[in-house]
């Protein structure tokens, strides 16, 4: 009896395990961005000449293009140097897309695979049944050396989603419910395994397994409803730590206040909160349902006076989509501005790095103390549903 | 010989993310000195590494290091001269990223009063540790406290002085 973490792990290696145990595993695809290759270079050249594969690793130019700084363009250079030396053939340049969502929408990945990003929403990936974890950058100069890596098997903890994912509320509703549930920690070295009585969207499942490392998860992946994935599905009766029941009747439009990720409260209960900025995008909150939803909230209106909206398209072929569907003049005709694909403002590098005092209202997943720029700044987490409408109103609403 | 740890605590509390301990803004460099001016900035304000003695230890609650894999977190408390981390639990990939710089964190064992005796520890408090017995002592509290010892390959990446000394040495014995 397998759970689905376990069953993938056995696809990999040879030997039996149990929960605890420490295993070797190969890596079928390796990530790093513009942020995690400045050290995974660094780390890699002092133990290696040549990657173990060059068709399985991925350079993904995301957190800060077009450069900010002579510095960032100079790291840059570094990085296309490195990419072409070793000859690796999954470059992105920026404007191209988030990693997460670059990796989503690729076809070569497949279900069961087993990915390691040196970033820590690599679960993502998750959406698709595959096996994803993040790591940090000497880890991933062992993987770009070896090709392999090391992981303690570990006990899981299944969330069961109830009833049906209405227009009530939306995908990131339910993991903020679920972080106010378990705490940041509640997951920690653990395995996050989803399962819907209804089948969820690709966007919805890529929300909340890409939250997955905000409650400490190791793992987030979703159990898969398609017949040809079926065989990945954990078995009746395999081993889960803890069972945790949501049901979507009882859950309403959330809100993360700062400045952590559990301190969760219905935003029908939020005291009045004015907002400067109002952010949808990243890799959490910027795929085109979510654009979607908060275009039906702005059409034909404009934002509140006091507030500047950022529009972020977690891709390009999201924001080529946008376009398509007349989604891009709703933002531009309601006064937010767009920036190119990439992940934007959210870890505070620029494009809108909030100022003294400043209120942030954003469809990302961290509110961490100034995580977008001044440590006296507040960003509160929320659906594009909540961001389109508190960008309206002038304050936090839902 | 035994290998018995003596010095000075800096405590921290609860969820203490790699945010705070580098903030996102630094993180395009390879200079290693930089991590360490600006470690923990936002929470303790400018120059907070001349506080720190080498080997003084960072004491913390629950889940210190979540969130970014940023390794340069990890390095910001390293090059910070501290000698070991002690918490009620680690973000995962920090911790990882803890061991593979050849820094040992350890986990405190639960015990029914431990809250409140963590609550008792204060900043700047001498701390004797035993890492072989996992056990630490807080003599002017007379607290006792005990945590996991670091066993399996985390400790023989440690014990080689973190992960790339460790590849170093697996790569040449596979290429003899």
């Known amino acids: 009896m397998a759970n689905i973490i376990e069953k993938i792990i056995k696809n990999k290696i040879n030997s039996k395990f149990s929960t605890g145990d420490i295993v070797e595993i190969p890596v079928d695809w390796a990530m790093v961005h513009d942020g995690t290759i400045v050290l995974t270079r660094k780390h890699f050249v002092s133990i290696a000449n040549k990657v173990f594969n060059k068709e399985k690793i991925f350079v993904i130019i995301d957190h800060l293009y077009p450069p900010n700084n002579e510095n960032t363009a100079n790291f840059l250079k570094k990085t296309r140097d490195f990419v072409r030396e070793q000859g690796i053939t999954n470059f992105y340049e920026g404007g191209e897309g988030i990693c997460h969502q670059i990796i989503l929408e690729n076809e070569k990945i497949k279900a069961g695979d087993f990915f390691v990003g040196a970033d820590s929403h690599s679960s993502t990936i998750g959406a698709r049944y595959c096996l994803a974890m993040g790591v940090g950058a000497t880890d991933m100069a062992y993987i770009f050396a070896t090709g392999k890596t090391w992981i303690r098997i570990p006990p899981a903890i299944k969330v069961l989603i109830k009833g049906k994912l209405t227009n009530k509320i939306m995908s990131k509703d339910i993991f903020l419910e679920l972080a106010k549930l378990i705490k940041t920690d509640g997951a920690i070295y653990k395995g996050l395994v989803f399962e819907t009585e209804e089948p969820f969207s690709l966007d919805d499942r890529a929300t909340l397994c890409n939250m997955g490392i905000e409650v400490g998860a190791k793992f987030t992946i979703f159990e898969p409803y398609e017949k040809e994935y079926l065989n990945l599905k954990s078995d009746n009766n395999s081993d889960f730590e803890k069972i945790i029941e949501i049901d979507l009747d009882e859950v309403y439009p959330n809100v993360a206040c700062p400045h952590d990720i559990d301190n969760v409260i219905p935003v029908s209960q939020i005291k009045e909160t004015k907002i400067d900025v109002a952010f949808i995008g990243t890799c959490t909150g910027g795929r085109l349902s979510n654009f979607k939803t908060a275009a039906n909230i702005l059409k034909g209106k404009k934002i509140n006076s006091n507030v500047r909206m950022i529009i972020g398209p977690a891709s390009k072929s999201i924001l080529l989509q946008m376009i398509k569907e007349n989604i891009l003049q709703v933002f531009i005709d309601a006064g937010a501005i767009i920036i190119p694909p990439g992940c934007g403002p959210c870890l505070g590098g620029h494009l809108g790095v909030l100022g003294e005092n400043e209120v942030c209202i954003s469809t990302a997943n961290r509110n961490f103390l100034g995580r977008m720029g001044s440590k006296n700044s507040s960003i509160y987490l929320g659906s594009a549903e909540t961001v389109a409408k508190s960008a309206l109103a002038g304050y936090i609403i839902s | ?176």
């Open chain 2, 1 to 176: 010989m035994e290998n018995i740890i003596k010095c000075k605590i800096f405590k921290f509390e609860d969820n203490i993310n790699t945010d705070i301990i580098i903030s996102g803004k630094y993180l395009r460099t390879e200079d290693t000195n930089i991590f360490k001016e600006h470690a923990f900035e936002v929470l303790r304000g400018d120059n907070f590494y001349k506080q720190i003695n080498k080997g003084d230890v960072i004491f913390a609650k629950r889940n210190f290091g979540c969130g970014s894999s940023r390794e340069q977190a990890a390095l910001a408390v390293k090059e910070l001269g501290v000698s070991m981390l002690i918490a009620k639990s680690f973000g995962r990939i920090f911790y990882r990223n803890i061991i593979n710089l050849g820094l040992p964190a350890y986990i405190l064992k639960e015990n029914s009063q431990l809250d409140e005796l963590i609550d008792k520890i204060e900043e700047n408090d001498n701390i004797t540790v035993f890492p072989d017995k996992g056990e630490l002592v807080i003599e002017s509290k007379n607290i006792h406290l005990e945590f996991y010892k670091i066993t399996g390959i985390a400790k023989n990446i440690i014990e080689a002085g973190g992960l790339l000394n460790y590849a170093k040495k697996e790569l040449s014995n596979n290429s003899m």
